[in-house]
């Protein structure tokens, strides 16, 4: 199992931080433009803890050698079920350099999108005080 996965069903967000790397770009599935560095990363993921609610992984593909994986996943938001990915990739100290989120269905992405858009500034406070 991922460490990151782990870290994501443990709920612990101090371990999810500490799995990404300064210079991770996190791509959004409801964003146009991808987010660059640790702190936003870290304040978005705990965004998503805060608006997902039984949140679980269902599969994990990958290598466990490799630097690329595939975590599926299952949520609701707003009373909606979505199913996502999350597609990450490792750098040479096993630290997360690249993270991006597919969702399905289109209703579900809108809802995540209007809970995540109710969550921004307050993501965008946190990484601040990160930075």
Known sequence: MHPFRQAVEARDTDAMTALLADDVVFTSPVAYKPYPGKAITAAI????????????????????????????????????TVN?????????????????????PLSGAQALAEAMGAQFDRIQREALGEA
């Open 45 to 80: 993921l705990r965004g998503v803890l805060r608006v997902f609610t039984d949140f679980r992984y269902v599969r994990e593909i990958g290598d466990p050698n490799g630097r690329d994986h595939a975590l599926i996943f299952e949520a609701k938001v707003d009373g909606k």
């Open 84 to 104: 996502g990915c999350d597609f990450i990739h490792t750098d040479d100290e096993g630290l997360i350099d690249d993270f991006m989120v597919m969702v399905r």
